[in-house]
């Protein structure tokens, strides 16, 4: 196992990272545009920019590791039989079969890898995206409502309508518009005010200053009275709010997608009743999705007998990513239709079996045609 890994693993290893670096840097760019309109729009900076742009890696790698593996052990170990290198090592003495055992310990160490990056490191991201989105989104939020600029902000807030205007070099003005019946005044201009708050409980004020206010006058006769107002003047007027009201309130308790299933472990192998926090199908799902790390890797390593047989050589690497993918979409649709964690559990084993099992069944009828070059 050892002399075929010193040979190939290095290539594998480069292939494999090339192609994760170009996917990161492909799906990141289209997901570039999308992000930048969000900064632009919340006044956040170009690290913050970049700190949401990193929360994305994770979710991207673990999409695109088995593909990636695939590609680098089909390059690396079809260069090397190409080449004689492998059938070398066999007359030193290496058993041919210590390549397979050698990808397959290296397809294990992946699945870990890709557990932990789906099962932890992702759902982390995610949340921790959405909690910057929302302290950005805040902030902004906040600093329109405090100092506002020359085009104006409109803030409503339990039916009252507050329309800021100012210029930076200005001193600020401020429209509000209660709702209708509002006593003893409904509309009010103030030519100076500021934001006081929040408090420990989330409420702030509006503090107005230079204020002139008006209140409408009643109904007469099911119609309302002609363009009078009454109008009545003050030194300064607090309108009370709810910074809840103004602002999006966060929901700080992780979602499905963005909890970690390491407290899911107990619940789905113990067989025990499954309360509100345990989700042991998306546990199964995130094993299903692991597994296929060793799978593309075997599949690889069919690819590459497959090679040197006639009238399967061109098709060979193409229906090993196909058979990845379908590995992947039947391994969901059947684990997406179990609900007991008994039944997930069992179908889970199954999952993980089969996609080793049956290409190693495969390449042990290969048996030393896997090493030897192929020919014309």
Known sequence: MRPYLRLVLGPTLTVTLSILALVEIVFLAEEF?????????????????????????????????????????????????????????????????????????????????SFAISGFIAPASSFAQRLALHEMTVSHIAEQISAPGESGTTLVTNGTDFVATGTPDGPP???????????????????????????VEGNGTFRLGQVSAFGDLERLDGK?????LNRMAAGSVK?????????????????RQERPVLPLTLGIFSFAAVNTAIDPQRLALTIGRSMLVPAAVLLALMAVCGGTVPGVR?????????????????????LGGFSTPRALTLATLFVAV??????ISALRLAGEALIRPGRG
């Open 33 to 113: 545009t999308g992000l930048l309109e969000t900064i632009v729009s919340t006044g956040g900076s170009a690290f913050d920019l970049i700190r949401l742009l990193s929360w994305k890696i994770p979710e991207i790698l673990d999409l695109a590791l088995p593909i990636a593996i695939l590609v680098g052990v089909h390059t690396a170990v079809g260069r090397s039989r190409r080449d004689g290198e492998l059938v070398v090592l066999s007359a030193a003495g290496a058993p041919s079969w210590g390549l397979v055992s050698g990808f397959l310990l290296v397809g294990l160490l992946g699945a870990c890898l």
């Open 354 to 359: 089969a996609a080793v099992a049956v290409p």
């Open 224 to 228: 309302t009275a002609e363009a009078q």
């Open 239 to 255: 309108v009370g709010f709810s910074m809840e009201d103004v602002l999006p309130v966060l929901d700080n308790v992780p979602r």
């Open 314 to 334: 061109a098709a060979a690497f193409p229906m090993a990513l196909i058979g990845l993918v379908l590995t992947d979409l039947v391994a969901r649709a059947w």
């Open 173 to 199: 003005s401020l429209m509000v518009r209660r709702p209708p019946g509002s006593k003893p005044w409904r509309y009010a201009f103030a030519g100076d005010w500021e934001v006081l708050g929040p408090d």
